[in-house]
C-alpha cells in the first residue's frame, strides 16, 4: 500500500497540485468498467455493452457510471444510431481528469514523466543525478524534477522505478549494485514526505515491464508472457507471466544479470565473478556490440528456457544507442537454442518509447491499480 499524505490536497511549490482523492475509483467493479472505458479511447462504450463485457447487471453499471461521471473521470461521447430502439449513449474516458507522475531514478540520470489517465505523456523533464549522493540532496533531485512538471490538473500520485535489490511493499531499498548504503532505506515513505504525494516504489525493470503489459498491441508486446531485458548502466529484467507482472515474494524476480556464467570472469559490481552484466557492460565498454549481444542472447535464453515466454523485449541505454545489432544478436542465440530444443524461436524486439520507458511505466505504478490491471488482489468487491 502506498501512504496517504496527511490532509487534503496542497499545492506544492513551483510545480504539480497535490493529490486527488477519488473515492469513486475504489471497488474492483469500478475498476473494470474504468479499464474498459480506456481501452474504448474516445469511440467510447455504451452501458449495455459495458454490462455485456463485464458480466455486471445493467443498473450497477448505471450507478458506476454516475459516479465516475460526478467525480469528472468519464464523460459522454455522443449516441450509436438506433438499430430498432433508443439510442445508446456512449461513455468516454477524460484523460486528462487525472495525472500521475512517473520518476525515473537511475545511477547518473534522472527522467520525470507527466501521463493522463490513459498514460499518455503530457510532460518530461530530464537532469543529471547522482544516486551516490547524500540521501538528503537525492530526495532534493527527486523532488524537483517533479516539481518542475507543469501543472495539468490533479496527481494521483508518483511512481518511482530505480535499480535493484529493493522491497516494492514496504517501499524500502535493499543493497543496490554499486550503492550498498542504501540497504534498508526507506525511500518511498521519504519522498511521499517530501512531496505531499502518495508514492509507489519497484524496480525499474517492472516498471517499464508494466507500462509495455498495459500499453500492449503495437506500443506494448501484445503477449501474455514475455521477458523486458533491461541493459543500462546494469542488467535485470521485468517479467509479466499469464498477464501479470510478476516480482517474486520479496521482489527478487529478475535479477538474472547477476547469474554467474563464466567462472572467474571479470569482477562485479556486486562484488562476484563472472556475472552475467560484468560481461555485458564490459563488452559494451570496449565497443564489441556483438559481444555484448551474444552474452545478453545467453542470458535470454536462459530465461526463455525457464520460463517459456511469448516475446523478449530489449530496453535500455546501451540498447538503445544501437539496437538494430542487440535485437538480431539476443535474436540469433535465441534461434539457435530453438534449433536445437523445440524449434520455437522465441520473437525479440526494441521496446518502444526510449529513454522515456521506465519514467512512463513507473507511472503506471499508479495508474494500473485504478483500472484493475495487474495488480490482483488490491481491492474489495465492489457491489456497484
Keep these: 500500500m502506498t501512504p496517504e499524505p496527511s490532509g487534503g490536497p496542497a499545492a506544492l511549490p513551483g510545480g504539480i497540485s497535490g493529490a486527488a482523492n477519488l473515492p469513486a475509483l475504489r471497488g474492483h467493479n469500478a475498476a473494470l468498467v474504468l479499464d474498459l472505458l480506456r481501452a474504448a479511447g474516445e469511440a467510447g462504450a455504451s452501458r449495455p455493452e459495458l454490462a455485456e463485457v463485464t458480466g455486471l447487471t445493467p443498473q450497477a453499471v448505471s450507478k458506476i457510471t454516475a459516479r465516475l461521471r460526478d467525480a469528472g473521470l468519464v464523460a459522454q461521447a455522443g449516441r450509436r444510431p438506433s438499430t430498432g430502439g433508443k439510442p445508446r449513449t456512449l461513455w468516454r474516458l477524460v484523460r486528462d481528469a487525472r495525472h500521475a507522475v512517473g520518476l525515473h531514478l537511475d545511477r547518473d540520470e534522472l527522467t520525470a514523466v507527466l501521463v493522463d489517465l490513459a498514460g499518455g505523456a503530457v510532460a518530461a ?13 537525492v530526495l ?22 530505480c535499480p535493484g535489490p529493493l522491497d516494492h511493499r514496504r517501499g524500502v531499498l535493499r543493497r543496490v549494485t554499486g550503492f550498498p548504503r542504501w540497504d534498508g532505506y526507506p525511500l518511498r515513505d521519504a519522498l511521499a514526505r517530501r512531496l505531499g504525494l ?3 516504489l519497484d524496480k525499474d525493470t517492472n ?41 517474486g515474494a520479496r521482489t527478487g524476480a529478475g535479477e538474472f544479470g547477476h ?12 562484488g562476484d565473478r563472472g556475472c552475467l552484466e560484468a560481461l555485458c557492460l564490459a563488452a559494451a565498454a570496449r565497443g564489441d556490440t556483438a559481444g555484448a549481444a551474444r552474452a545478453l542472447g545467453t542470458g535470454a535464453a536462459g530465461l526463455a528456457g525457464l520460463l517459456d515466454v511469448d516475446r523478449v523485449v530489449l530496453g535500455g541505454r546501451t ?9 538480431a544478436g539476443v535474436a540469433a542465440v535465441l534461434a539457435a ?22 519514467a512512463g511505466g513507473a507511472a503506471h505504478l499508479v495508474l494500473a491499480p485504478l483500472f484493475g490491471r495487474l495488480e490482483r ?6 457491489a456497484g
Excluded: K
Design 125 to 137: 523533464h530530464r537532469a543529471p543525478f547522482d544516486l551516490g549522493a547524500p540521501s538528503e540532496a
Design 140 to 161: 532534493d533531485a527527486a523532488a524537483g524534477a517533479v516539481r518542475a512538471l507543469p501543472d495539468r490538473g490533479r496527481v494521483l500520485g508518483v511512481g518511482v522505478a
Design 198 to 200: 502518495p508514492v509507489a
Design 207 to 247: 516498471a517499464a515491464a508494466l507500462g509495455l503489459a498495459l500499453n500492449g498491441g503495437e506500443e506494448g508486446t501484445g503477449s501474455a508472457s514475455f521477458a523486458y531485458l533491461h541493459l543500462g548502466t546494469g542488467l535485470g529484467a521485468g517479467l509479466v507471466l499469464g498477464g501479470a507482472l510478476y516480482r
Design 259 to 270: 547469474q554467474v556464467v563464466q567462472l572467474d570472469g571479470p569482477r562485479c559490481g556486486c
Design 319 to 327: 540498447v538503445l544507442a544501437d539496437p538494430e545489432p542487440y535485437r
Design 337 to 358: 537454442r530453438a534449433a536445437r530444443t523445440d524449434g520455437r524461436a522465441v520473437p525479440v524486439s526494441v521496446a518502444p518509447g526510449g529513454a522515456r520507458l521506465v
Design 377 to 382: 488482489g488490491t481491492r474489495p468487491d465492489d
